[in-house]
């Protein structure tokens, strides 16, 4: 892919040497955009570069040297990654190979939308509201057809992880929406206040995003702090001594990556952490001398879980996980019981497999052993196919192999 981009930029510079000074400019802008990432609600970042792409084909008239600069601006960008960003080179490909087929998919959509409309190219000298108007309309159209490239070649090309579902990577793309929009927008502005205020229109564009970027950035560092608190008020049980050290964390995470490997919803995947963090914090009742001698039972740490956890009204998903994590996921007579929520289930196989890892002390194969002989009504046995290939993965353990295949066999 790259191998195109420059053969296509080298042609699309030759044929539009005539303007070669917006071109270069052009492409130095949005190569210097295609550098920064903007924070997204879902936790991704979104590359700045969407708005320069929007700004270009409503600011360049001519549909040649818009592509000239697309191509060109691309090209530059990837090779400054390669420079200056120190990251593994097959992460970088897939990532921004997935954010070219999106932007090229918007600027040939947008060309194509302004073809439809008569007006492939708009001059915006004479100022004309209709103009502004089907540039707009232009945008959002090709702006919808980027946000699903985007989405689609990111669960595609394998982006993050190869246990990552393409369900849940599709799901993740479209979480981004509200920042897109945001730079779309900002793009709109900068293209069609060009012809009237020239380079100036980048920075009357600048201010009213800036306020936007800070909003979003600020939501996502207060996302962060808030998954940070839950984690440490978790370890509440372990540090007093009614819980084993590190079993809220761990499976918390394995929970999440559980999730993502069985492609829920972002928001659910979100939910599961946090109930993994949280499904012991009703251990903290136990220093009641009188709870101690009425007896309890794994069902009644799990009710004073959810009800402690119900009293912060944004975790009341969590709460609902948490008291249902010690319920089987069938009941004799029954298939499954639906009432149980998935994300229960998953709490339930990930609280079992670690307490028998490190509780117990038994190895990975052997927990996950254990976990298929209760499969029959106590673990959902998807969710420790699940479990088996996560684990996988991780390089935790190795499937063992069949007699047959082993070398010299018959």
């Known amino acids: 892919m790259f191998v195109i981009l420059t053969a296509m930029s080298a042609a699309l510079v030759y044929f539009t040497r005539d303007d070669l000074q917006r071109v270069i400019v052009g492409s130095a802008l949005m190569a210097g955009t295609m550098l920064l990432r903007v924070p997204a609600m879902s936790g991704n970042r979104v590359y700045l570069g969407i708005a320069a792409a929007a700004a270009v084909p409503i600011a360049v008239s001519d549909s040649a040297t818009a592509a000239a600069i697309y191509v060109v601006a691309l090209t530059v960008a990837w090779i400054l990654y390669l420079i200056f960003r120190p990251v593994e080179v097959n992460t970088l490909n897939s ?13 040939g959509v947008y ?28 945008v959002i159209i090709a702006g919808v057809a980027y946000h699903m490239l985007r989405a689609v070649s990111r669960s595609l090309i394998g982006l993050e992880r ?20 945001v730079l ?36 996502d560092g207060t996302k962060r702090t808030y998954g940070q608190t839950i984690q440490a008020l978790s370890q509440i049980p372990e540090v007093a001594g009614l819980a084993p050290r590190g079993h809220a964390v761990r499976t918390g995470h394995l929970a999440s990556d559980i999730g993502r490997e069985m492609g829920l919803h972002p928001d659910e995947v979100q939910d599961l952490e946090y109930a993994g963090y949280m499904h012991d914090i009703g251990r903290i009742t136990l220093n009641e001398p009188a709870i101690l001698r009425a007896g309890f039972t794994d069902m009644d740490i799990a009710r004073w879980g959810s009800q402690i956890i119900a009293e912060a009204p944004h975790l009341d998903e969590v709460s609902k996980i948490v008291g249902d994590q010690c319920l089987p996921y069938r009941i004799p007579g029954q298939e499954k019981d639906h009432s149980v929520s998935i994300t229960s289930k998953i709490v339930k196989v990930v609280s079992a497999y670690d307490q028998a890892v490190h ?30 290939r996560v684990l996988e993965f991780r390089g935790e353990f190795q499937a063992p192999r069949s007699s047959a295949a082993e070398p010299g066999s018959p």
């Not at 921004?96 to 918007?106: D, K, M, N, Q, R």
């Not at 002390?361 to 088996?388: C, K, M, N, W």
Request: glycine content about 8%; overall charge negative; proline content about 4%.
């Open 95 to 107: 990532e921004y190979l997935a954010e070219v087929i999106a932007v090229i998919g918007f600027g």
């Open 111 to 138: 060309q194509i939308v302004a073809a439809l409309f008569g007006v492939p190219g708009f001059d915006f000298n004479a100022v004309a509201p209709r103009e502004g108007y089907v540039a707009l309309v232009c």
């Open 162 to 181: 190869a246990d990552l579902s393409v369900r849940y990577l599709w799901l993740m793309g479209l979480e981004d929406w509200s920042a897109i929009t």
């Open 184 to 219: 779309l927008l900002s793009g709109t502005m900068v293209g069609v206040a060009y012809s009237i205020l020239g380079w100036t229109a980048i920075l009357v564009a600048a201010v009213p995003y800036s306020f936007t970027h800070q909003a979003l950035a600020r939501y």
């Open 359 to 388: 509780e117990m002390g038994l190895r990975p194969i052997d927990a996950l052993e254990q976990l298929h002989r209760g499969s029959a009504y106590e673990f959902d046995p998807v969710v420790t196919s699940s479990l088996r």
